[in-house]
C-alpha cells in the first residue's frame, strides 16, 4: 500500500504517519527527517537544506524528488511506504507520478491556521533521543524528555515568524495539491482538529481495502 500524508505545518502528519506505520507494518518516510539527519551530518546538502528550513523556505524541487527517489529504492519499501512531507508542490506531485509510483490513497489531515501557530509555538524536540513532544498536549514534562532525560529544545523552524512564513508556504505552495488529488479520486479527508486517537481511528477506517 503506498500512502501520502498531506497537510499544514503542525497537522499531525508525522504522529499520525508514525501510528499508521506501526499498525500496518508499512515504512513511514519523513523528508524532514531525511534532511534533519543530512543537516546533523553537515553534509554539503544538509547544509544548505539547514540554511532554507531555518528560514522556513522549501528545498529546490530537483533535490527533494532525488532524495525521495533514492529512498523508495530501498528494499524496506517492498510492501509499500507512508510518505510524510512529500510531496510539497504540483511539479513535485506531477514529477513523482511519471516515476511509476502510483499511490493508493492521500490522507488530508485539515486543522485551521490558528490551531497550525498555535500547535507549532508548542513543539519541542528532545535534544538527545529526538522525540517530539508539544507542551500544551504534554503538560508534565517541565523540559525534559520523559524517555531519557534529555533537554527539550524548540526548533528553528518552530518559532513563531519562521512559522508564518511556513503557513504561507503551505498555502501557496502546497495547499493545491487538495484539489490535485481529489481529482484523481486519490484524497481523503480527515478532521485533525480532535484527540490524536480519534483521528487514527479515522485513518485506519478509511484505509483503502479495509
Known sequence: MKIIMLGIVGAGKGTQAKKL??????VHISTGDIFREAVKNKTELGLKAQEIMEDGG?????IVIGIVKERLEESDTDTGYILDGFPRTINQAE????????VDAVFYISIPEKESVRRLKGRRLCGSCKRQYNIYLNKNINGKCPQCGGELIERADDKEDTVKIRIKNYIKQTKPLIDYYRKKGKLIEIDGYRKIDKVFKSIVDSLPNN
Do not use: E, Q, R, S
Not at 522549501?58 to 530537483?62: A, I, K, W
Open 58 to 62: 522549501l528545498v529546490p524541487d530537483d
Open 21 to 26: 506505520a506501526g499498525h500496518t507494518g508499512i
Open 95 to 102: 514529477k513523482f507520478d511519471k516515476t511509476n509510483n502510483d
